[in-house]
């Protein structure tokens, strides 16, 4: 999962929202 998140912030906000499970402590981090 974490590699996926080193892509780009912008596939991370659509990954992010694409996830049901709660991911806000990621998103937060990431801006």
Do not use: D, F, R
């Not at 892509?7 to 998103?27: C, H, M």
């Amino acid at each position: 999962m974490s590699s996926t998140m080193v892509y780009t912030p912008k596939a991370v906000g659509v990954i992010t929202e694409a996830i049901p499970w709660g991911s806000g402590p990621t998103q937060s981090s990431l801006g």
